[in-house]
């Protein structure tokens, strides 16, 4: 049978995340785990690397592929990780060079054909959604037929980059088997969320639904497209009993966007794990405008502990200009009701979006620290290809498109009237005001109280944070 292999790339966690490192995020990648598991479906010998997560070099992951001697390396891709992945491709190519290198992920799906004209180690490149396609490419390749005839791909033939018909999406989700968090080596316990993420281990993440109708300008959803598509209530509930019961995971993070905004499925869900004593703290993402006292009360009542929103400004021009559909009143109503019902709530940030000033920036400082957000995140506008503001970005300001950067730490968009020092000196002080006030440190202490287990990452997250502000 054939030998594949699937890896992200070795990018550092200080590469992603800078100086809060120590409080990373590394649970595992989703997208290569349940690409591998409808490969294993159809017989295939899979293998998975997720590392990036285990924070391993390019040399240690380079042994560990020449070991497996691999007769596909599949690499998923982000724009930050992209030049690591052709390097590893490049490295690749010198020692196993009958080895196929497949590209893929949403820097790939964003632009396919200026990727794989830069980067030439790259065979077959899989644009979008990849299962099916990764599937019927492993097929034709394995059994000599026509890969132009295979759709959502993108491939070398005589010195030229060619590109086949698009893949349509998948409608039916719950086709798909669960994610293969078997292949991987010491799962659950070598990989972790950050330290303020979780309230149990050992932890993971799931996603519920795949695309998203809403029209943020900074979102690149050429990966799983506009239309929302879900699992059935049945799979989620199968998922997480499958984590429970075969990975002992006490902590779940559901990471789509729209998880709260099916209604009838949430609560099918959130009555399906009472029903069936799944006893575990799970924590999700939610849109301001889709939640309601009635349904705050089931999440709570089903273990759900707290909601991050994206709320990204405090101003209502720059709200409407990035597409949010949302308002300041519909943001703090949700804010506060999540808090009412007994549930931590984060808000999302972003720092510097077209038509920011000094009088809007001040704003989005003023409204976070006016409504009870127990956490923030706050990163810097990064034009990712593939999004809209990426096609009109110099409209508004300097905009430095180099993919390297684009870690939504490094500063490579500044709207017109600001500086770079302009906006980090904001963050830095978004961060200060929000972290050091009374109210807020002893909402620390009392979650050390509760969960005295969580203190040493605790401690790391204060010293990355102390970092962040001090530098």
């Known amino acids: 049978m054939s030998k594949i292999l699937l890896v992200t790339p070795p990018v550092s966690l200080e590469e992603r995340y800078g100086k809060l490192a120590w409080a990373a995020n590394t649970l595992p990648s989703l997208g290569i785990l349940y690409l591998a598991s409808v490969l294993r479906k159809e017989g295939y010998g899979v293998s998975a690397i997720d590392a990036s997560s285990l ?157 998203c109708p809403y029209k943020c300008i900074f979102c690149d959803r050429s990966v ?80 759900c502990w707290s909601i991050s929103y994206g709320i990204e400004t405090g101003d209502e021009e720059v709200m409407k200009l990035i597409g949010k559909n949302i308002t300041l009143e519909q943001v703090e109503q949700a804010v506060r009701l999540t808090n009412k019902a007994g549930m931590l709530s984060k808000g999302f940030f972003i720092m510097g979006h077209p038509t920011d000033n000094h009088d809007t920036i001040r704003k989005t400082i003023d409204f976070a620290l006016k409504i009870p957000l127990d956490d923030i995140s706050v990163s810097m506008m990064t034009p990712f290809p593939g999004s809209t503001l990426y096609k009109i970005a110099s409209q508004y300001g300097e905009f430095e498109d180099n993919w390297e950067k684009m870690n939504e730490l490094d500063v490579v968009f500044v709207p017109n009237g600001l500086t770079k020092e302009d906006l980090r000196r904001y963050s830095k002080e978004m961060f200060r005001r929000f972290y ?36």
């Open 55 to 211: 924070g391993l070099s390019q040399k240690k992951l380079i042994e560990e592929i020449v070991t497996l001697q691999p007769k596909y390396l599949g690499i998923s891709a982000t724009t930050l990780s992209i030049f690591h992945a052709a390097s590893l491709a490049d490295e690749i190519k010198k020692t196993l060079n009958n080895t196929k290198i497949i590209i893929g992920g949403p820097h790939l799906t964003a632009i396919p054909e200026e990727t794989m004209e830069q980067f030439r180690s790259f065979d077959f490149g899989v644009i979008g959604e990849g299962e099916e396609t990764i599937k019927e490419l492993i097929y034709t390749l394995e059994n000599g037929g026509d890969i132009s005839d295979v759709p959502g791909i993108i491939f070398r033939r005589a010195d030229a980059v060619k590109k086949t018909v698009p893949r349509i999406f998948i409608n039916d989700l719950d086709r798909l088997p669960f994610p293969a968090w078997d292949i991987l080596t010491g799962f659950p316990k070598r990989y972790h969320p950050p330290p303020f993420r979780f309230k149990q281990l050992p932890a993971a993440y799931i996603v519920t639904t795949r695309g």
């Open 436 to 471: 050091l006030r009374p109210q807020i440190v002893l909402n620390y202490m009392k979650r050390i109280i509760e969960n005295p287990k969580g203190f040493p990452n605790y401690i790391k997250g204060f010293s990355a944070f102390l970092k962040e502000i001090v530098s």
């Open 224 to 303: 799983f497209g506009n239309k929302c598509r879900g699992h059935s209530a049945a799979y989620i509930l199968g998922l997480i009993d499958h984590l429970y019961k075969h990975f002992g995971i006490r902590e779940i993070l559901i990471e789509d966007d729209t998880f709260i905004t099916f209604k009838k499925r949430l609560i099918e869900v959130c009555e399906g794990m009472l029903k069936h004593g799944i006893k575990i703290s799970w924590s999700c993402l939610g849109r301001a405008d889709a939640v309601t006292p009635d349904i705050l009360k089931m999440m709570k009542k089903a273990g």
